[in-house]
């Protein structure tokens, strides 16, 4: 029986201790990787309430974020949407993306082989 069901599985976003700055999840080897995150983002207002103390708590606005795996949009959508999507999140299209990409590969092969 699959201990771990997709429906209760949370994944979980963690930090690396040290230099690096991407977080990542660990996806247990029966589950799927997540197709969509939701994330609050929170900020404070700069206004206080009374606490359960009567002490000043600063106020949070929290707002619901929604993250995609773009491999996902890729997947579904034509080059030109997906492209589009792309746009929209200040990146460069895939075409050209993954030109410059190989010539970056091609440039590090030269400079590790020679």
Known sequence: MN???NKQWIPEIVYEEGEGQLPFIHVPPDQKDPKLLFIFISRPTGEFEPGSEGEEVPVIEMDLRQFVDLSVLKAGLTEEEYDKCRALL???SLRSASKKGAAITKNVRGNVGG
């Open 3 to 5: 201990k771990h069901n």
């Open 90 to 92: 200040g990146l460069e």
